[in-house]
T-cell receptor
């Protein structure tokens, strides 16, 4: 069983929809949680970085961490066609540690 | 955010040749660099972690003699694929952390390697 499981998708939504992307994990030592966006044939881009449980908001993006349930989410409000990409969750136990990535969810936002 | 560059962005080579990929942190000192490979529609697979001035730590199943990693300075790491074969064709991505970005990992744009 993988340490990090990500909803596989693909996900297709109309423009303006609210998108929910989710990951679960099994390692209770994870404390740092990240979401990356990766466009086709490009390197991943860090979107959100959170520590421990709670919510973090940045523009149209909200990251949510529930350590008790070992569950993290990324919400995208008012989704745009430019949000079409693969989204990767990642997590690690320490600041300097290596990250464990989910397999990614491919999102398509249709105009 | 911090900027990481990779060179070349794509390379085509003949089977049996060696290919070097450079990864640079442009605006911060990267004490740690990571090398990943990614096959189409698959997630990132960590190959190795390198700290400046020391030997890289390779993940299980990754041949250290085939994938040579050098992290000689705080802004440069190189991955050399030796005696490349068609099965080495993949997307290679580096990431870096350190300095003010010590707790975050910033990725380069990737290098697409095609071995004929």
């Amino acid at each position: 069983q993988k340490e990090v499981e990500q909803d596989p998708g693909p996900l297709s939504v109309p423009e303006g929809a609210i998108v929910s992307l989710n990951c679960t994990y099994s390692n209770s030592a994870f404390q740092y949680f990240m979401w990356y966006r990766q466009y086709s044939r490009k390197g991943p881009e860090l979107l959100m970085y959170t520590y421990s449980s709670g919510n973090k908001e940045d523009g149209r993006f909200t990251a949510q961490v529930d350590k008790s349930s070992k569950y993290i989410s990324l919400f995208i409000r008012d989704s745009q066609p430019s949000d079409s990409a693969t989204y990767l969750c990642a997590m690690k136990g320490t600041n300097a540690g290596k990250s464990t990535f989910g397999d990614g969810t491919t999102l398509t936002v249709k105009p | 955010g911090a900027v990481v560059s990779q060179h070349p962005s794509w390379v085509i080579c003949k089977s049996g040749t060696s290919v070097k990929i450079e990864c640079r942190s442009l605006d911060f000192q990267a004490t740690t660099m990571f090398w990943y490979r990614q096959f189409p529609k698959q997630s990132l697979m960590l190959m190795a972690t390198s700290n400046e001035g020391s030997k890289a730590t390779y993940e299980q199943g990754v041949e250290k003699d085939k994938f040579l990693i050098n992290h000689a300075s705080l802004t440069l790491s190189t991955l050399t694929v030796t005696s490349a074969h068609p099965e080495d064709s993949s997307f290679y991505i580096c990431s870096a952390s350190g300095g003010a970005a010590y707790n975050e990992q910033f990725f380069g744009p990737g290098t697409r390697l095609t071995v004929l």
